[in-house]
């Protein structure tokens, strides 16, 4: 029988006498001593800060037998919540070959949109990289909607004539 817990001296006794069997009570639910080491302290920070309230100082024992079998449910709890929620990893599907054609790619349009004109390139930066709509990038060149919605039409018809090329 473990003498009522009234001070913290009798906590650390407690903690003396007892720490060890409820680190492997823990173990045992929680399946690794890190975490059923984190859980023995935990459930001792808490008797500690709730000893001057605890109505049967005697029962401090069953209350820390509690809290640790209490403390492991949350641990597993949010195990399988993370499990759940974990994604498997996906390696990139694209082969070297696949990434080399799209470079290419790339620095065609590039080259391409580099040989239009400096509003047209303005206009498809705003609009397609920006993802701006036609009115905002009116305020922000200082130009009409209608302005915005010609060049725009005339810069792609000039990036597919120059894309043809290029082929």
């Known amino acids: 029988m473990t003498a009522p817990v ?5 906590v650390g006794e407690l903690y003396r006498e007892h ?3 409820l680190i492997r009570l823990a173990m045992l639910m929680v399946g690794d001593a890190p975490t059923a080491e984190d859980v023995v302290q935990e459930a001792f ?4 800060s709730k000893q001057n309230r605890l109505r049967e100082p005697a029962a401090a024992l069953g209350y820390l ?6 403390r ?3 641990v597993l709890r949010r195990r399988v919540v993370a499990r759940r929620f974990r994604q498997p990893y996906q390696p990139p599907a694209s ?9 290419q790619d790339r620095r065609k349009v590039l ?3 580099g040989r239009l004109s400096r509003r047209q390139r303005e206009i498809l930066a705003l609009r397609f ?3 701006l709509p036609e009115e905002q990038i009116a305020r922000t060149l200082k130009i009409s909607r209608g302005t915005v919605s010609a060049t725009t039409s005339r810069a792609l018809t000039a990036l597919a004539e120059l894309l043809r090329e290029k082929s």
């Open 45 to 48: 920070l808490g008797l500690h």
């Open 129 to 131: 990289y920006c993802d």
């Open 72 to 74: 492991c449910r949350s």
């Open 19 to 21: 720490a060890l069997g």
């Open 6 to 10: 009234r001070s913290p001296a009798d």
């Open 95 to 103: 082969s070297a070959e696949d990434r080399a054609i799209d470079e």
């Open 111 to 113: 080259a391409a949109i």
């Open 65 to 70: 037998r509690s809290t640790v079998l209490n």
